[in-house]
């Protein structure tokens, strides 16, 4: 059973940073690419960042690219998403979820919530 475990996040003022992480366990983590998502009050769950199993490929949306910054540590068995210049729009509940071979993110944390005040 996977189990994928964020934290780090918090209350921050605008132009601030923050990284949250997010732990894995029950399978080999190095072999899957892993994603964060965003859901907002009131609004549908959106993509934010994904890494390729190596951690050599990354791709962001437009909404926080330049801005965001996704990594792992396969040794840890632990996905990053380094958060700077935060804007009050980034404020959501912040998800990770392992990638499987067929593209469909299967099993997802429980998330941590991420505050922007102005």
């Known amino acids: 059973q996977v189990q994928l475990v964020e934290s780090g996040g918090g209350l921050v003022q605008a132009g601030g940073s923050l990284r949250l992480s997010c732990a894995a366990s029950g399978r080999t983590f190095s072999a899957y690419a892993m994603g964060w998502f965003r859901q907002a009050p009131g609004k549908e769950r959106e993509f934010v960042a994904r890494i390729s199993w190596s951690g050599g490929s990354a791709y962001y949306a437009d909404s926080v690219k330049g801005r965001f910054t996704i990594s792992r540590d396969n040794a840890k068995n632990t996905v990053y998403l380094q958060m700077n210049s935060l804007k009050p729009e980034d404020t959501a509940v912040y998800s990770c979820?392992?990638?499987?071979?067929?593209?469909?993110?299967?099993?997802w944390g429980q998330g941590t919530q991420v505050t922007v005040s102005s």
């Open positions: 979820a392992e990638q499987s071979s067929s593209g469909r993110y299967n099993y």
